[in-house]
C-alpha cells in the first residue's frame, strides 16, 4: 500500500474517532443523543474493523480503549504534587454568616462574592493531563498519597481523554453514581453483594483491578477545581467552571454564582428544600469564594481551606427498636455503650448499630430495651441515638442496669470524680491491651503497614505478643506463626516485618503518640517533640517545664508527668530502646542555619500577610522549626513582626503600624 493510501486511511480513523467522541459526549455527558444505538454500533464496528488492520494507527483517545479488559494486582501508591484537603464544615445559617465575616476581616473588604456548589457524595480524585492527553487518574488516598487508578478512570466515558492544554495540568472532582446506575447495578442478578447506597457502588466500581467492571457500570465524573489555576489565566472559580464545559470536563449544572453571603443563604435554603430531588447523592453544599487570587491570602489550616466550606444538612431522624446493648472497653480502658437496634436505612446506608455514648447518657435519656428509639448520623458517619419515644413505650421495655465490671476482664470499673465515663483499670485487661497494640500500629502512630486490629487479636490470643513492644519481636517468630492457622501467609509475613522494621526510624512525635499517654494527641506529640527533642528529655520534665510549650495546659502535664512515673511505663520504654527504636525528633529543617543577621527573629512572634514563593505552611513550618517562633493569624500587641508579601492585607499592615510592630518584606527564613 503506497503512502498516499495509507494517509487516507488514517485520516479516516482519526475522522471515525472524532465523530464517535462527538457521539459519546452526546450521550453521556450531554444525555441528549442525536444518532440510534443502532448508527453508534455501526461507526464502531468500522473503526475496529481499521485497529485492527491498522494497529500502527490506533489512537489513545479512540472509544475502543474505553471498555476495559486490563487487570492489574494492586493499585500503585503515588504522592499527590498538592495534598488533597478536605472541608471545614458548617451546620446553620450562622457558622456560614461567620465563615463571611472571618474572610472580610481576613482580607479587610466588603464585597465577596461565592460560588455554590452541591457537595456530591462520590469519591473524590485528581486528574493530570499532561501536553493534551489524559495522563493519569489518582484518589483522594490520605490526602498526601492516592492511588493510581488511571486505566479504570479511562473508562469513564464522560471524562475527556483529550484536552485543549500544552503542559502538565491538575483537575480535582467527584467519581460517583447516579441514582438510576446504582439502581440497575443492584438489581443485576449478577451483583452478588447488594451495595449499602450509591458511594460504596460507585468507590467498589471504581477500585476493582478488573477494569472491565469499572467500564460496565456507569460511572460519571464532576469536576470542580484547578489547584494551579493560573496555568489556564483564570482567577474565578465560576470562569474554571466554564473553562471546564469548554473542554467538555462534566461538572454539576446546579452552581449558582452568589454575590454575596445573603444570596448563598437563599441558595442554601432552596438546595436543603430539594436535596433528594437530585439525579445524583448530595451530603451538603459547598461554598467558594468566587475571586480564586484571595485563595493564598486567606491561606490553610493543615486540613482544610479558608476560602471554602461545607454545609451540612441537618441530620435526618428515623426510629427503630432498640434490641441490645454491647458495652466494650476501648484502649484508654474508657468503656463504651453500643447500641443494636433493627436494621434500617438512613442517609443511603443500612444501619443497625448506634453509640450511646455513656452509661449516664442512657440513665438520664431513661433509654430502656425494646423501645422506639430515634437515630440520627452525626457528622454524616457514626449514627447515634437521640433518645427513646416515651409516648411509644409498652410492657415490653426492660430497663437497662449500668455495669459494674469490665466486660473483658471483669475487674470492677472506676468512674473518676467529675467524670461522666467509667473505666477498667486492670492494666492487664486483654481487651486493652489489644487495643492498645492496635492504636500502636495506626497511621498516625507508628504507621505500621498491614498489622490491623483482626491480626494483633490473632497474635495476641496465640500468645504471640503480650505488649506494644513484643511487635518487634515477631521477626524471629516466622515459623511459629505461619504453623498456626492465623491466616498470615509467608508474603503478607514479610510485608509486616519490613512495615515493623521501618517504624524503627520514625520520629519521635509518632512514637509518643502511639504510646498513648491520655490527652496527648498528634498536634501536642509534636510540639513537645520539637521543644525537647528527646524522649530521655521528656521523660524527665516538671510540669512547669511541659507547659512551657504554650499548647499543654494543666491536665496534659499531668498526665504526661504521671506516665512517665509509672514504672511498668519505664519498663516498657527501656525494651523499646533496646529494640534500636528511635527515641529522638527527626526535624526535616534541621541542616537549614540561622544566618547571623537573622538571629534577631529567633523566638519571636509572627503573622504573615500576602503570598510569597514558598507556601505558607512552609513559611510557618520553618519559623516554627528553625526560629521556635510562634506564627498566629491576628496581629495582637505581642505580634512581633508582620511578614508581608505580594497583595498584603493593607488593614494587617494599618494594625500593624497601629500597634508599633515591624514589617518585614524580605523572605529573610531561606
Ligand atoms: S472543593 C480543597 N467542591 O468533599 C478542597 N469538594 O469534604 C477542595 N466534594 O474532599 C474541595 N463536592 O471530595 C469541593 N463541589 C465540591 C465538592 C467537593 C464534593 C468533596 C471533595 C472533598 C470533600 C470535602
Not at 24 to 40: G, K
Not at 47 to 52: A, M, Q, W
Not at 62 to 82: A, D, L, Q, W, Y
Amino acid at each position: 500500500m503506497n503512502d498516499e493510501s495509507k494517509k487516507e486511511i488514517k485520516n479516516k480513523m482519526d475522522q471515525l474517532v472524532k465523530q464517535l467522541k462527538q457521539y459519546e459526549y452526546e450521550y453521556y455527558a450531554l444525555e441528549e443523543p442525536t444518532v440510534s444505538d443502532y448508527e453508534y454500533d455501526q461507526l464502531l464496528n468500522q473503526l475496529k474493523k481499521y485497529e485492527n488492520n491498522f494497529p500502527e494507527f490506533i489512537r489513545f483517545d479512540s472509544p475502543t480503549k474505553r471498555v476495559g479488559g486490563f487487570i492489574s494486582e494492586k493499585f500503585n501508591k503515588v504522592k499527590h504534587k498538592i495534598p488533597m484537603l478536605s472541608l471545614s464544615n458548617a451546620f446553620d445559617e450562622n457558622d456560614l454568616i461567620k465563615f463571611d465575616t472571618d474572610i472580610k476581616k481576613e482580607l479587610g473588604i466588603s464585597d465577596i462574592e461565592y460560588v455554590v456548589e452541591p457537595k456530591i457524595d462520590g469519591l473524590s480524585i485528581s486528574l493530570i493531563y499532561k501536553n493534551k492527553f489524559f495522563y493519569k487518574a489518582i484518589t483522594r488516598g490520605d490526602g498526601l498519597t492516592g492511588e493510581d487508578v488511571t486505566e479504570n478512570v479511562k473508562t469513564i466515558r464522560t471524562i475527556p481523554l483529550t484536552i485543549d492544554y500544552d503542559g502538565e495540568l491538575e483537575i480535582r472532582g467527584e467519581i460517583f453514581l447516579d441514582k438510576e446506575s446504582f439502581q440497575k447495578i443492584n438489581n443485576d442478578p449478577n451483583t452478588v453483594k447488594k451495595f449499602a447506597n450509591a458511594r460504596n457502588a460507585a468507590s467498589g466500581s471504581l477500585r476493582n483491578l478488573d477494569t472491565t467492571v469499572t467500564a460496565n457500570r456507569n460511572l460519571k465524573g464532576f469536576f470542580y477545581y484547578v489547584p494551579e489555576n493560573e496555568k489556564i489565566n483564570l482567577s474565578k472559580q465560576f470562569d474554571i467552571l466554564k473553562w471546564l464545559d469548554s473542554q467538555r470536563i462534566l461538572r454539576s449544572k446546579d452552581i449558582v454564582k452568589c454575590k454575596d453571603i445573603f444570596e448563598v443563604l437563599d441558595r442554601v435554603k432552596y438546595l436543603t428544600e430539594n436535596r433528594n430531588n437530585f439525579d445524583y447523592d448530595i451530603d451538603g453544599i459547598v461554598i467558594k469564594v468566587n475571586n480564586v487570587s484571595f485563595y493564598e491570602e486567606l491561606g490553610y489550616t493543615s486540613k482544610f481551606p479558608k476560602w471554602a466550606i461545607a454545609y451540612k444538612f441537618p441530620a435526618n431522624v428515623k426510629e427503630s427498636i432498640l434490641k441490645s446493648i454491647d458495652v466494650t472497653v476501648g484502649r484508654t480502658g474508657r468503656i463504651n455503650f453500643i447500641a443494636n437496634i433493627d436494621p434500617i436505612e438512613l442517609d443511603g446506608s443500612v444501619i443497625s448499630k448506634a453509640t450511646l455514648h455513656n452509661a449516664e447518657y442512657i440513665y438520664e435519656k431513661d433509654i430502656r430495651i425494646n423501645d422506639v428509639v430515634q437515630i440520627y448520623k452525626a457528622g454524616d458517619i457514626i449514627p447515634k441515638i437521640l433518645g427513646s419515644k416515651l409516648e411509644n413505650r409498652d410492657e415490653n421495655s426492660i430497663k437497662w442496669i449500668k455495669p459494674t465490671h469490665c466486660p473483658s476482664c471483669n475487674s470492677l470499673l472506676k468512674q473518676f470524680e467529675n467524670e461522666v465515663d467509667q473505666y477498667c483499670i486492670n492494666k492487664n485487661c486483654h481487651e486493652k491491651i489489644i487495643q492498645q497494640i492496635t492504636h500502636f500500629c495506626s497511621r498516625d502512630a507508628m504507621n505500621i503497614d498491614g498489622v490491623s486490629e483482626s491480626i494483633i487479636r490473632k497474635l495476641y490470643e496465640n500468645n504471640l505478643i503480650k505488649d506494644i513492644s513484643d511487635i518487634y519481636l515477631l521477626k524471629d517468630k516466622k515459623e511459629e506463626i505461619l504453623s498456626k492457622d492465623l491466616l498470615i501467609k509467608d508474603k503478607s509475613f514479610n510485608n509486616i516485618i519490613k512495615a515493623i522494621e521501618k517504624s524503627k526510624q520514625n520520629s519521635l512525635e509518632k512514637l509518643i503518640f502511639g504510646l498513648g499517654i491520655k490527652h496527648v494527641g498528634y498536634t501536642a506529640a509534636r510540639l513537645l517533640c520539637r521543644r525537647f527533642k528527646t524522649l530521655q528529655n521528656i521523660a524527665q520534665l516538671t510540669k512547669d517545664e511541659i507547659q512551657e510549650v504554650a499548647e499543654i495546659g494543666d491536665k496534659m502535664a499531668e498526665s504526661i508527668i504521671e506516665w512517665f512515673s509509672n514504672s511498668n511505663n519505664i519498663e516498657l520504654v527501656a525494651k523499646l530502646l533496646s529494640y534500636s527504636i528511635n527515641m529522638t525528633y527527626i526535624d526535616e529543617y534541621a541542616n537549614v542555619n540561622v544566618k547571623d543577621e537573622n538571629l534577631i527573629f529567633m523566638n519571636k512572634s509572627f503573622v504573615i500577610t500576602g503570598s510569597f514563593n514558598d507556601n505558607r505552611n512552609t513559611i510557618k513550618n520553618i519559623l516554627e522549626s528553625v526560629y521556635h517562633a510562634k506564627v498566629s493569624g491576628t496581629i495582637t500587641k505581642n505580634t512581633d513582626y508582620l511578614i508581608t508579601g505580594k497583595n498584603a492585607t493593607q488593614s494587617k499592615v494599618d494594625k500593624a503600624n497601629t500597634l508599633k510592630i515591624k514589617i518585614v518584606s524580605e523572605e529573610f527564613w531561606k
